[in-house]
């Protein structure tokens, strides 16, 4: 369970409780009046009500102003609520499954982020920063160097920095939710982060005194069909690790896999002059965005990420299918193109 804090003038006081009582919250306390007229309420609210009880604040505050809605993470609550079920051979087998499904939904829901959780989340993540480059940086380094030495474990290492993931999830997450602000700053992210890893993995290649034929390099300059069942598997991942709340430490370095190294490998290969590997390795990248977008739109639209009002959600509906049917449109070109490279292509 979390707290929904509420500061907002006492008229809104008796709205809100009527909100706490119509959800049945677990609990509900407030303090005095602030000076300014307001007074904070705290609710307690559980997993599967605490989306709907922050769409009915935000319809009630929605041209309000001098008033702030905050949510705070709450390790243990004691005593535990006690969870009532009506005995079973009380009920009928219709109701008997009716039960099960709505306790099935209901642990479904527990297992959710709020929207506004997940918007907070990815903004941060999305963010072309002095932190966000300085990570693309180092990542590329890392990965330019397992690549160029054939070390898998080193490769592993710019995986786990895993710079790209939160731009491309904010991505899928602004189209789904009709974000225009957050859609342009993610693809303003994700267009930095490559072109910088490209730029260091030139620089790189340029001094380095070495061979460029290792096979973990040369692997990426290559596209199989078998790699994008890779990438659709981590952008749904990413994308359910995000809705569900989970640790997405494993999910960083799947995404991972599939964006850095083929990003770096371009920079490799055009510094020794071999545009037709780093052709091969722009392919390879190409797909695999497209890809984890397209699986991470998905994931959010069967899982119900929406916005909250009816004309929003409308207009997000129409965003969300629009960037879906692109994203499948360039992955079938992708295919084509992928299907010529190999019967043309002399090794």
Request: some cysteine.
């Amino acid at each position: 369970m979390k707290i929904i804090e509420v500061i907002a003038d006492t008229g809104h006081h008796d709205t809100i409780l009527s909100i706490a009582k119509q959800h049945q919250v677990e609990d509900i306390w407030y303090g005095n009046n602030n000076e300014d007229g307001r007074i904070a309420t705290r609710l307690l609210v559980q997993p599967e009500k605490r989306q709907k009880v922050l769409d009915a604040l935000q319809t009630i505050f929605h041209n309000a102003e001098n008033y702030r809605i905050l949510i705070i993470a709450l390790d243990t609550s004691l005593p535990k609520p006690e969870i009532e079920t009506p005995p079973e051979e009380h009920l009928t087998k219709e109701q008997l499954e009716e039960e099960k499904a709505k306790e099935k939904e209901k642990k479904r829901l527990a297992l959710m982020s709020t929207r506004e959780e997940i918007l907070a989340q990815v903004e941060k993540d999305a963010q072309l920063d002095n932190n966000f480059i300085l990570l693309v940086i180092l990542s590329a380094i890392v990965a330019a160097i397992g690549l160029l030495e054939n070390n898998l474990a080193v490769i592993v290492g710019a995986m786990v920095i895993a710079p790209l993931l939160g731009p491309n999830i904010a991505f899928s997450l602004g189209a789904s939710l009709g974000e225009k602000e957050l859609v342009f700053e993610s693809l303003q992210s994700i267009f930095v982060g490559v072109i910088i890893a490209i730029l260091f993995s030139i620089g790189i290649g340029l001094l380095w005194p070495g061979n460029f034929d290792s096979t973990e390099l040369l692997a990426r300059t290559d596209v199989a069909y078998s790699g994008t069942a890779i990438a659709l598997a981590s952008g749904a991942a990413a994308s359910l690790s995000l809705v569900s709340g989970t640790s997405s430490v494993l999910v960083g370095v799947m995404v991972a896999v599939a964006l850095m190294p083929p990003a770096v490998t371009i920079g490799l290969m055009l510094s020794i002059g071999e545009t037709n590997h780093a052709l091969g390795a722009l392919l390879l990248l190409a797909v695999n965005i497209v890809c984890i977008n397209l699986s991470s739109n998905l994931v959010f639209l069967f899982r119900g990420i929406k916005p909250r009002t009816w004309l929003e959600a409308h207009k997000a509906k129409q965003s969300r299918m629009l960037y879906i049917g692109v994203w499948v449109v360039m992955l079938v070109l992708l295919f084509i193109t992928i299907y010529f490279r190999h019967n043309t292509q002399t090794y």
